[in-house]
Structures are given as C-alpha cells and as structure tokens.
C-alpha cells in the first residue's frame, strides 16, 4: 500500500514519455500528463471554436444529435440506470459492505458533517435550487400532459407533480457517482493506483490502462465532466441574475451580456477557491452552502404551516416509493411513436392535404388530412409527452453519467477511511432523502401559490382539464409578467401565478407572501445558489486537473486556473449559441460514451470487490488472457512470458486481418473449417448487404442480422476458450466485447492458442 498523489509515486504508473514536469527558478509550472491534457484539450477548444464559427449551424447540429440520441437509445439511459441502482443497492446487503477504502484500521479523512456537506454540495445542491420550484410547477400546471399517473382532479395532479419531481433526482440520480467513487476508492486506497479514471479499468483491462487506452479513456472523462459542469454553470446563471434583480431592479436577468457576467465572476472565485485546495477551500464552501440552505428551509416551514409541509413530505415520499419501479422503466414507447407520424421538416405542409413521405416503416405515403390539429399538437407542443424523456428523463439521466466522472472521484477522494457500505448509505439515501425534502418544501410551497392564485383570479374556468394548463392571458399574465389589475394587487399581496413566471423567477416569488423576510429570504437564496455553484464548478476544476496530471494531489496553480477557465469559456460558447437547449442538448450527447463506460465501470467493480474479499471464484482463476484486449497496440509482452507469442509487427498484421478477413484468426481458434466459413460467410453478407443497402429495401436490416451471427459465433469462441484456460468472465461479457471489439477479440484469442503456456 502506498500513499497516492505523490509525484514519486505517480511517476511509478506514468510512462516517462507521457509525464511532463516543467520547474522555473524553483517554482512548479507544470506537472501532468501531456498526452490526456492535450487530447481533453482538442476536444474542448475545438468545439468552442467551432461553436464561435458556425454559431447557428452548431446549436443546430447539438439539438439534432439530441434528438436522435433520444428516439434511439431512451430505452439504454433508462435501463442502464435502473440495473446500476440494483446492483449499487445489492452490495449494500453484500460481505463487501464492510470493505473499507483505505487500510482496515484507518479513521475517515474527514467528519461526519464535512463528509456529508461536499457529498450533497457538488452532487445535488444545484437542482434543487435551479428546479425546486420550477419543476413542480411543469409538472402540475405546464405539462401535466407528460403526466405518468393516472389522475382525475387537481389534488392527485399536485401529488404526482411532487412525486415526478423527486423521482428526477431521486436514487436513480445517483447512482452513478457512487458507482465510480467505490471504484476509484478501492484501486486508489487498496490497491496503491493514482486517483484517475484509468485505473478504475484495471481490473477489466490490466495494464494496458497505463498507455493510448488509458490517456483515451481520461480525456473522454475530462471531456464528459467539463461539458457536466458546463449545463450546472449555465443553468446557475439564470437562477443567479433573477436573484440579482430581486436585489437591483436595474439589472436585468436575461440579457446575454448578464449571464456572460455571472459565468464568468463564478469561474473567478471557483479558480480562487480550487487553488487554495480540498481542505481549506471546497470544504469551507461545501458547509457554508449547506448551513445557508437548512437556514432557507427552516426558515420557510416557521414562516408557513408546518403541518402542512410535513404532510406532503410524507405523502411524497410514500408516492415515490409505490411507483419507483413504474417510473423507473417508463420510456414514453407510445408518445415517441406519435412522433414518428409526423415529419419536422414539413410542418408547414400539414394542413395543407398534401401527400407526402413518412418515417413510419413500411408505409410509403398518406394524407396530411388526416393529421388534425390535436394530434399535431400532442406532438409538436411544449407540453407533448414526446418531449417528455428529452426535457427531463433523458436529461437528467445523461447530466448525472456527465457528473459522474468529477463527483465520483471527488467522493472518492474525500471517503479515506469509509466502508462500502458507509458510502452506499450516505451517498445513496441520505443525500437523497435530505433533497427530498428540501425540495419538497420548495415545490409544496410552490403548487400552493398557483393554486391561491389561481382561486383569487377565478382561474377555475381557464384550466384545460385535458392537460391541467392554464391560460395565462386569462389570468392577466402578458409575457411571464401581470398587467391586469387583478393580477397586479394580487403580485403586490405576494402571490403570483407561477406557471405563467419565468422558471428562473418562481423560486424567488415563493419568499414573497412572508412580509418582513422576503428580501432576506431572497438574498439566501443568492448566497446559496452562488455557494452551490460555486462549489460545483471548483469541484469540477479539481477532477479535471486530478485526472490530467493522471492523479497528482498537489499540481502547479497554473493548471488548476487552466482547467476553471476551460470550463467558462465552454459554458459561454453553449450560452451565446442558444441557451438552454443547447446546454441541454450537448449535456446529453456527451454524456452518451460515458453512459456506456459506466456499465463496464460495474463490472470493474465487481471484480476489484471479488479481489479484496479473496473470492475463490477469482482468485483460483487466471484473471485474464495472456494478452489484453488492447495490449496490441502497446506492444506488451503476456504476463506469461512465452516466447510463443508472436512479436509486435506480426500481431498488428492479425488486428488489421480480424478487420478484413476474419477467417484466419477463427480458422485458427476453432480448427474447424466449418465453423470458420460459417462465420466468413455471415462477415461477408453483413459487408455486402450494408454496401447496397441504400437501392435494396430491407438489405439493412437483414446486413445487421448477419452482423449478429458472426460476433455470436466469436463470442461462443471466446467462452469455449475461457473456460478451457480457466480465465475468470462469463458470457455476457464475451458477448459485449464481440459485437464492439470482433477485431481485438479474434486476436486476443489467436494469441492465447498460440501461447504456451496457461
């Protein structure tokens, strides 16, 4: 066991040509890996300039990529993140509980308090600000036509409106920062690696980690954190600036130039805050959000009816509970369908009677005639349940696997000291039971107001029963603001109707009934948004920095003001370029690669668990082939040494062969010529079927099937071979590593056959 962070130490896992270490006059300048920090690099400059360049082109292109990553994998957010929490939520009733990060005997790093104050502050602290109120209120008034409850009156609308908005950022939320920061606490506290992304791979990867894989693998987490941070900075923005004009009218929230501003001056103090480190910096503004959020809250239940929040507290809560499971696999299949209908490029076209092509398969044309006006709304609106999974399922989804690199490893570095079980506990229920509630008083007070309001301006008549909207020009409402003179004694009394307010503005107007305490009210809610963000955004900087100097604690200032103004430059290019939407948008398509890292991330997991604990299963087994998956393309020699195995030139020929004529490799493994020409045959279909897939109708299908065969029969390869070499997996695995890695797999195989020694 050695003691991580020390530059000593990480130079024992860094290759010397990838460590760069740069001294002037007997100051550090630059400590890091060269090669993860150039390629984070490219990736994160080359997209601002691009989005400066081709501003509408690139906000267009975002929301595209958007949607597509929406209509086509809803189903894989959904599912991966329910299989993450059974597997999180097992282990808390596993031997492996009582695994501790860090040395058996070792005290945690940090108190129980500060300990929970960084947990809940970089992981959840902006939503329920940002959305405490908000997102109750869409639910409950904007688009209760997203509704996945049955309802019939008003009272079960606000109950499910309460419900949904826990269920976003519930146990499912997560999930997944708590499946990296175990990873990253057991290879750094146990087993003596740096705290880098990389590393949590070993298990699965070996050492092919410490190479192009490994500096691949943290540029892509680097990358997937800024854009994570990015969306928090963007959205805080708006929450910020609404605050700033409760305080200074003059100043208004929604210009570009006001939120430029905000983002900005953030970036400051998290730059300021991040130089002066974890125990000095984070941790102080960790506690000093949290203790400014319980005095907002506490504040608000003395002010109101305390019975009354209590009760919807438990209501809520009970709610959730009974439909986690309903919720849980929804994928909005019907909703989506109705999209497919209709096409976007020939809106205009709709109502016109024309005939024209649709995306529905196998029907060639029909009559827009037949698409009335209902229909094309049910799909087109804001409040369409099309839209649903991309506004907020899909989104949340993806900002948490975005989130989950920096918050991960922040968990991880601050549990030294912590039981598996501990950090399941805290980071799992505790965090989310304190949101809850928090979040519940926001959002009961929130539902409460609309519905005053609604009653004192005789609204009952303006609600569509349908959707449960409200019309706004109604309720004398003119662009998110009250100009009848009903509305307007109605706002000078403190109530408003909120689902006609801007979202940015409805956490603020909920503090306006409790004369005497609004402006102080309102200006906790600045010092605690600034607190949470703030916090976000250093938490952010740090990881990027922990992960590009591949694990060192302690890097030279310039790096860390570096990677704090990467980040502000990110978030002002997705602002300037279209705002919400975008942030959103680009949240969701970055987050995708690092959705699908997360699954492997869990079977690295299992396996470093097994590892600890001394598992017969693993350790009576060898831990892999003599070759890794990527091995190749390092060059390593197996760990068996076997002078079999063929040099390096010689091997990089079977990965290029595995990818034009697999033949070899499976004639090879099998020694079957059979089986070998079954597999050519169905490569070679898959091939030529996709070749004339756009003049054949059905080739494209019927080449993906082809595709199927061939990576099944070298999956069934690969487990016949595993269990032959008594090499620990199972085949499932086998599959996966198939279907995306054929190539590497045949070769991988074709060495062990060729090797020796096993």
């Given at each position: 066991?050695?003691?991580?962070?020390?530059?000593?130490?990480?130079?024992?896992?860094?290759?010397?040509?990838?460590?760069?270490?740069?001294?002037?006059?007997?100051?550090?300048?630059?400590?890091?890996?060269?090669?993860t920090t150039l390629l984070s690099s490219v990736i994160m400059w080359s997209f601002i300039a691009w989005s400066f360049a081709k501003k509408e082109e690139a906000s267009i292109e975002i929301l595209e990529w958007k949607s597509w990553l929406s209509i086509n994998f809803t189903w894989f957010y959904i599912l991966t993140r329910n299989l993450w929490l059974l597997f999180i939520g097992g282990l808390l009733f596993s031997k492996y509980k009582h695994i501790k990060l860090g040395k058996d005997d070792e005290k945690p790093q940090f108190s129980d308090l500060s300990w929970f104050a960084m947990l809940f502050s970089c992981g959840t602290g902006v939503s329920m600000f940002t959305y405490g109120v908000a997102e109750p209120m869409w639910f409950y008034r904007y688009n209760a036509h997203a509704s996945k409850i049955p309802f019939v009156?008003?009272?079960?609308?606000?109950?499910?409106?309460?419900?949904?908005?826990?269920?976003?950022t519930g146990l499912h939320g997560w999930v997944p920062y708590v499946i990296v920061g175990l990873l990253l606490g057991i290879t750094t506290y146990r087993q003596g690696r740096p705290m880098s992304m990389r590393y949590a791979f070993q298990p699965i990867l070996g050492k092919s980690v410490n190479g192009l894989v490994g500096d691949i693998i943290d540029s892509v987490t680097i990358a997937c954190t800024t854009f994570g941070v990015c969306t928090s900075l963007g959205l805080g923005a708006g929450a910020i600036g609404s605050a700033l004009n409760r305080i200074n009218s003059n100043i208004d929230p929604v210009t570009i130039s006001t939120k430029l501003w905000i983002i900005w001056s953030i970036t400051g103090i998290a730059s300021i805050s991040v130089l002066t480190g974890i125990k000095n910096g984070i941790r102080n503004l960790a506690k000093m959000a949290l203790f400014s959020g319980i005095t907002l809250t506490l504040t608000l239940i003395c002010s109101d009816n305390p019975g009354f929040l209590f009760n919807s507290?438990?209501?809520?809560?009970?709610?959730?509970?009974?439909?986690?499971t309903t919720l849980g696999f929804n994928t909005d299949t019907w909703a989506s369908f109705t999209g497919q209908l209709i096409d976007e490029g020939n809106w205009e076209r709709l109502t016109l009677g024309n005939t024209r092509e649709t995306t529905v398969t196998g029907l060639s044309t029909f009559d827009d005639t037949r698409l009335n006006q209902d229909l094309m709304d049910s799909y087109w609106g804001e409040r369409s349940p099309h839209n649903f999974m991309d506004m907020w399922t899909v989104f949340y989804w993806a900002w948490g696997a975005a989130w989950a690199p920096f918050v991960g490893s922040f968990i991880a570095r601050i549990s030294r000291g912590r039981t598996v079980g501990e950090v399941i506990k805290a980071a799992l229920f505790t965090t989310t039971l304190f949101l809850f509630f928090n979040r519940n008083i926001f959002g009961s007070l929130g539902i409460k107001m609309q519905r005053t309001a609604e009653y004192a301006l005789g609204a009952d008549a303006n609600i569509d029963w349908v959707d449960g909207s409200v019309n706004c020009t109604a309720l004398g409402y003119t662009s998110r603001q009250p100009t009848s003179e009903a509305a307007i004694r109605l706002a000078n009394e403190g109530y408003y109707a909120l689902s006609c307010?801007?979202?940015?503005?409805?956490?603020?107007?909920?503090?306006?009934?409790?004369?005497?305490?609004?402006?102080w009210l309102q200006s906790l809610v600045l010092v605690s948004v600034l607190l949470y963000f703030t916090t976000s955004s250093d938490s952010g900087s740090y990881v990027d920095d922990l992960i590009a100097s591949q694990g060192f604690l302690n890097p030279p200032p310039i790096q860390k003001v570096y990677w704090a103004v990467t980040e502000g430059a990110l978030t002002h290019a997705l602002v300037v370029n279209g705002g919400i939407d975008v942030l959103k948008g680009a949240t969701i398509v970055s987050a995708f690669p690092f959705t699908i890292i997360l699954c492997f991330l869990c079977v690295s997991l299992w396996r470093a668990l097994k590892m600890e604990t001394g598992d017969p299963v693993i350790t009576d087994a060898r831990k892999s082939f003599n070759t890794g998956l990527f091995d190749i393309l390092e060059g390593f020699k197996p760990e068996s040494a076997d002078p079999v195995t063929p040099p390096r030139k010689e091997r990089i020929q079977e990965l290029i062969a595995g990818f034009v004529f697999p033949f070899r490799g499976i004639k090879s493994v099998s020694g079957s010529n059979t089986i070998a020409t079954v597999a050519m045959s169905t490569y070679v279909a898959w091939i030529s079927l996709l070749?004339?897939?756009?003049?054949?109708?059905?080739?494209?299908?019927?080449?993906?099937?082809?595709?199927?065969?061939?990576?099944s029969i070298v999956a069934k390869m690969r487990t016949d071979l595993r269990q032959e070499r008594n090499v620990y997996g199972n085949s499932v695995e086998d599959f996966i590593t198939s279907i995306t890695l054929y190539p590497f797999a045949i070769a991988q195989m074709e060495h062990e056959t060729k090797s020796r020694m096993f």
């Open positions: 066991m050695i003691d991580f962070g020390i530059e000593e130490n990480i130079k024992r896992f860094v290759r010397p040509n990838r460590w760069l270490s740069v001294d002037f006059k007997g100051y550090r300048l630059l400590r890091l890996n060269w090669v009156n008003d009272d079960q609308r606000a109950q499910m409106a309460m419900m949904m908005s826990n269920y976003q507290f438990v209501q809520t809560t009970g709610h959730y509970i009974q439909w986690l307010r801007a979202f940015t503005d409805q956490i603020l107007d909920i503090m306006e009934p409790y004369t005497g305490l609004t402006k070749s004339v897939s756009g003049v054949v109708d059905g080739a494209r299908a019927m080449a993906w099937v082809m595709y199927l065969f061939f990576v």
